[in-house]
């Protein structure tokens, strides 16, 4: 349980990890209001085996979150295994035949799950029209991505995905080169953006905020939370933006196959507006560097 330093009032939490052999735990807490001007103290309990679990997952995640995607369950191909903690309920399962999608530690927060570029390996979402056509109104996607230094995947391997090659959709992936690669499909073409450098050395956070509202726009691109200066890589679009409501939201792939990434996935969110770059800097800060803001005081007996 989070408490404000009144001990009463609690906070909205999500346990992603605890380990009872270790202690380690990796948790999510929902704390409304931050001071600038002065420190803000939370309380943690625990201890008391006659507790009854406190978890509110999806009152940590703000309403605009339309799927949060945390990966760390462990690997099964049960059907909706991989739980979408906003409380939307866009749960997601894993294609595996040849088994080569496994959980792995070496992930941005506890466990993430690890690609080896198998044709087949993806882990896809039901159909569900909180996911269709996001970036018409503009969204923000986000994922935390390794890829492996063999690159076993296919050319273009997609991290986030949801576009049918031929009608309409969104995707986001990687290239040899470039650290975040955006398409969009328009009336017209399947308009591609790159930005950002390839460091396979650790896992990257990479973010894209889309409104396809106008073929005008432009996405801003993030990696590790700082703004990168984009390339447009074919014509403006024109025409219209399609729709994409035909295409299943997939990670690691396309949503049938052939677009295998080789490498370790981690947080996938997608919202429903354009997140700021002040937002998108604190959420890379608080998963990278939670030492540069806040520190851990001794226990204390209650």
């Known amino acids: 349980m989070f408490t404000l330093n009144d001990h009463a009032t609690k906070f909205d939490h999500e346990?992603?990890?605890?380990?009872?052999?270790?202690?380690?735990?990796?948790?999510?807490?929902?704390?409304?209001?931050?001071?600038?001007?002065?420190?803000?103290t939370v309380y943690l309990y625990y201890g008391n085996s006659g507790a009854t679990n406190q978890q509110n997952p999806s009152g940590v995640w703000e309403a605009n979150y339309v799927g949060v995607w945390h990966l760390g369950n462990g690997e099964s191909t049960a059907a909706?295994?991989?739980?979408?903690?906003?409380?939307?309920g866009n749960h997601g399962t894993l294609?595996?035949?040849?088994?080569?999608?496994?959980?792995?530690?070496a992930a941005a927060v506890a466990d993430g799950m690890a690609f080896a570029g198998d044709k087949d390996a993806r882990i896809r979402m039901a159909s569900a029209a909180a996911l269709?056509?996001?970036?018409?109104?503009?969204?923000?996607?986000?994922?935390?991505?390794?890829?492996?230094?063999?690159?076993?995947?296919?050319?273009?391997?997609?991290?986030?995905?949801?576009?049918?090659?031929?009608g309409g959709g969104w995707k986001l992936l990687r290239n040899a080169t470039d650290g975040i690669v955006f398409a969009s499909r328009w009336s017209d073409l399947d308009q591609t953006w790159q930005a950002g450098a390839a460091d396979n050395t650790k896992p990257a956070y990479m973010a894209v905020t889309y409104d396809g509202s106008s073929a005008a726009n432009d996405p801003a691109m993030y990696q590790d939370?700082?703004?990168?200066?984009?390339?447009?890589?074919?014509?403006?679009?024109?025409?219209?933006?399609?729709?994409?409501?035909?295409?299943?939201?997939?990670?690691?792939?396309?949503?049938?196959?052939?677009?295998?990434?080789?490498?370790?996935?981690?947080?996938?969110?997608?919202?429903?507006?354009?997140?700021?770059?002040?937002?998108?800097?604190?959420?890379?800060?608080?998963?990278?560097?939670?030492?540069?803001?806040?520190?851990?005081?001794?226990?204390?007996?209650?």
């Open 15 to 40: 346990i992603e990890h605890f380990s009872g052999a270790t202690g380690k735990l990796a948790a999510w807490v929902r704390v409304p209001m931050l001071s600038s001007a002065a420190n803000t």
């Open 225 to 302: 939370g700082e703004r990168q200066a984009i390339v447009l890589q074919s014509a403006r679009p024109a025409g219209t933006l399609n729709a994409d409501a035909s295409v299943q939201l997939t990670f690691a792939n396309h949503a049938n196959g052939n677009r295998a990434f080789d490498g370790s996935l981690d947080e996938v969110r997608i919202s429903k507006t354009i997140r700021s770059e002040g937002w998108i800097q604190t959420t890379y800060n608080t998963i990278q560097s939670p030492q540069t803001f806040l520190s851990v005081g001794g226990q204390e007996a209650r």
């Open 95 to 105: 294609i595996d035949a040849n088994g080569k999608a496994t959980n792995t530690p």
């Open 80 to 88: 909706n295994f991989y739980r979408d903690s906003s409380g939307g």
């Open 132 to 166: 269709n056509n996001l970036a018409a109104n503009g969204m923000t996607v986000e994922v935390w991505a390794q890829q492996d230094s063999r690159n076993r995947g296919y050319s273009w391997p997609r991290l986030v995905d949801k576009n049918n090659e031929t």
